[in-house]
């Protein structure tokens, strides 16, 4: 059962406006006290205010904005058939489901029934097309998809009333720009948006100015006591030794269960198998997978039936597992933004946890870079037995870790240890 934040007890959930059966459905979920982003929220946009909310992942926004939404449409009747008032945009075909699916939990304690449409690329379209007869009060949706849908006059877009944008910045990383603004021209224009986002780089600031009536700013970044509790460590190690660390690390510490990022399809494959052969309990996930592979894994992940998983960015953005205790940055992010969104995956729901990064020669100057536009400064550890060579040593080294026919001989091994001295 999820966390209350103790901080925020003094604040009761009754005290934002919501009806009494929202307030079941709150406690129904366990939350006894509201997080600081829906003691903010909910107000507001109960009183029908545009919103600004700068927010980790992790931080409690879906039931932030999905309360108040439900407490809204439930308040006004709906048409028959159904025409799509609410439109939940979101990244990733995981975040739609994961969105979705903590709506209609919410939802199911309304005395008027709500639909809600969970819609997303990478499966047969026509599923979705049926399921939309009849119209969705609430539509959670992928960018590429949903415009898909409306080209074949499966759902109008003209009835919207309310607009949420989450995780906005990920939307424009991933290249769903064109998508949004094609999207945007089929809504009305007087709506409520609802625009959170974890980070803010100049392409989202001015989506956000353009978009938003006079909202209500909601900044839980800059308040580090609501961040998340996660501690943050750097580890130095050989790039080409990092496999074999992590299952030292797994095996060591007893770790219950891992989320690994690395940067390629193949890379998530590679470790994944190689863990597997050291009896290691670990899946791959990434975009190339099939739906049914990413959903079997998560569900197996979620369940704790799997100890590790290896997963790309793309694939693991907004996953919210209860209690994950440990993300392993195998490969170090892209951007300071990434190293955000990745650590969010663990620390969540009032639980403690671990973001332990991978930093090699080759990648010391980004780490560095992460760091400064983190404000952190973390000390490098060294696992023993794991050192890095110097430089030199380095240059000689030979290839290791499993790769088939390139195991370092016994001279090798010798050389190597000659070279760390
Ligand atoms: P989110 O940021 O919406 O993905 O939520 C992160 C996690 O926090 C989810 O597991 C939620 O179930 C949990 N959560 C949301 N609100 C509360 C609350 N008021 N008290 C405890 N847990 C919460």
């Not at 933004?337 to 990648?363: K, N, Q």
Request: hydrophobic share 45%; with cysteine; charged share 20%.
């Amino acid at each position: 059962m999820p966390l209350p934040d103790a901080k925020h007890l003094s604040m009761p959930f009754s005290a934002l406006g919501l009806s009494p059966d929202l307030l079941r459905a709150v406690s129904a979920s366990g939350y006894l006290a509201p997080r600081p982003i829906q003691a903010a929220a909910i107000p507001a946009v109960l009183q029908g205010r545009d919103v600004l909310g700068a927010a980790p992942t992790g931080s409690g926004k879906t039931a932030a904005f999905a309360l108040p939404l439900l407490q809204q449409l439930q308040q006004a009747p709906g048409d028959k058939p159904r025409r799509v008032r609410a439109l939940i945009l979101v990244p990733t075909r995981e975040l739609s489901s994961q969105i979705g699916e903590a709506i209609r939990r919410l939802a199911k304690h309304l005395p008027r029934s709500l639909k809600v449409a969970i819609v997303f690329g990478g499966v047969s379209i026509n599923p979705q097309m049926m399921g939309l007869r009849g119209g969705a009060d609430i539509v959670v949706a992928t960018p590429g998809r949903l415009l898909d849908l409306t080209a074949h006059n499966a759902l109008v877009l003209s009835g919207v009333s309310v607009l949420v944008l989450d995780e906005a910045d990920r939307l424009f990383d991933l290249g769903f720009s064109d998508e949004f603004g094609r999207i945007l021209a089929l809504l009305p224009p007087q709506r409520q948006n609802l625009f959170f986002s974890a980070t803010f780089p100049p392409a989202v600031q001015a989506l956000a100015q353009t978009l938003l009536r006079d909202p209500v700013r909601i900044d839980m970044l800059s308040e580090p006591q609501d961040r998340p509790d996660i501690v943050q460590r750097a580890m130095a190690v050989d790039a080409r030794r990092r496999t074999q660390l992590l299952r030292h690390l797994i095996q060591e510490n007893a770790w219950t269960q891992v989320l690994v990022f690395v940067a390629t399809k193949h890379a998530a494959e590679i470790v994944a198998d190689k863990l597997r052969k050291a009896r290691i309990n670990a899946e791959p996930f990434h975009g190339a997978l099939s739906q049914g592979k990413r959903t079997q894994v998560l569900a197996d992940f979620k369940a704790s039936r799997l100890k590790v998983v290896i997963a790309t960015d793309v694939a693991a953005r907004g996953i919210d597992i209860a209690q994950l205790p440990v993300v392993v940055n195998y490969d170090l992010p892209r951007s300071a933004l990434d190293y955000i969104h990745r650590i969010g995956r663990t620390g969540r729901a009032g639980e403690s946890g671990v973001a332990l990064s991978f930093v090699s020669a080759d990648t010391e100057a980004h780490w560095r870079l992460i760091e400064k536009h983190q404000r952190l400064s973390l000390p490098c550890e060294h696992m023993a037995g794991f050192e890095p060579l110097p430089a030199a040593a380095r240059a000689i080294a030979p290839p290791t870790g499993g790769v088939k026919g390139k195991r370092p001989s016994k001279k090798d091994k010798l050389r190597e240890a000659a070279a760390r001295g």
